[in-house]
């Protein structure tokens, strides 16, 4: 599992096959494209991604009638593209397409429509739209109860996300709960090594650091860390657990262990993601909050204002993190 290099490698070969024996136009060539742009995706190479699921689509739009749902899943990976790169409203717009033609095409219990109401709900919870977010998990959640055994390696996708909707509006009793609901459910269905697994004990990691126990923190984003270095994953996943892990430390004031988990989490995310990203600004927030603890007032002035000009671009006006780095932003100009 999540052996991405010799999965391209296989997809690149048959694709190249496909190019000399099939018209340009051929539904298994758009296969082919998605195939390659997903394994992109998961290796975090986004903007690749993006050009494969583009020239995907192309072929889908020629070939199929508007309202097939091959269309709309080519308009899903289209928006989970755009909601990787942070750009929040091409991803809605997108997602919005595909669930249009789920909803006209498909009977309302189909698990397309379920995954459906979970990538629109991410866009919300990245956005700050919390509730709204919630409101759509649930019915993502509805729809796989009622549709999958209880043990459901697909039922993990609506608990992890409700886990995390729940963080973010820190109620994290019950975010804990969904969490470890999902991590059952992966220990029981996936191999040790699954990525997917390693994601989850990064999110139970970080509701324990909220939480203020940070021996349990550390236990799972190690649990995490041992999974993606000894598998190759999608290395912002890795960078998530770095800064997760950096935010422990940070919290535990052992501020030079701390630092040198932000600075392998930037150096990854400043690699893969545009240069504007929301998630950079995450970063550049927690090592602001670092360098005012250590009184390093400068430096932490210079971080949390490359936060707070991302923030102020791409995210609304009311989001949760930009007001937390307008907060901080405040403490330092204090201090200084």
Known sequence: MGDYSKALESY?????????????????????YSNIGQVHKNMGDYLQALEFSEKSHKIYEKALPPNHPDL??????????????GDYSKA???????????????????SSLAASYNNIGSV????????????????????????????????????NWLG?????????????????????????????????RAITCSDIGD??????DYEKALSFHQKALNIQESVQCNPLECATTYRNLGETYREMEDYSTALSYFEKGLEIREKKLPKGHPDLAVIYHSMAK???????????????????????????SSHPHLLEYKETFEKIQKKM
Do not use: C, W
Not at 97 to 110: D, G, R, S, T
Not at 207 to 212: A, E, I, K, W
């Open 12 to 32: 690149e070969k048959s694709h190249q096959i496909m190019e000399m024996a099939l018209p340009p136009t051929h539904v298994s060539l758009a296969i082919s």
């Open 72 to 85: 709309a899943t080519s308009y899903n990976n289209i928006g989970q593209v755009y909601n990787n790169i």
């Open 92 to 110: 809605l717009e997108f997602y919005e397409k595909a669930h249009q033609i789920y909803e006209e095409a498909l009977p309302p219990n189909h």
């Open 124 to 159: 919300y919870n990245e956005m700050g739209d919390y509730s709204k977010a919630l409101e759509l998990f649930e019915k993502s959640y509805k729809i796989l109860e009622e549709t999958l055994p209880s043990n459901h390696s697909n039922l993990a996708f609506p608990y």
């Open 164 to 196: 995390r909707v729940y963080r973010s509006m820190k109620d994290y009793t019950r975010a804990l709960e969904y969490f470890e609901k999902a991590l059952a459910i992966r220990q029981q269905t996936l191999p040790e090594t699954h990525p997917n």
């Open 207 to 212: 509701v324990y650091q909220l939480m203020g």
């Open 290 to 316: 670092l360098y005012l603890s250590t009184r390093q007032y400068n430096i932490a002035m210079n971080n949390v204002q490359q936060a707070i000009e991302i923030a102020q671009e791409k995210l609304p």
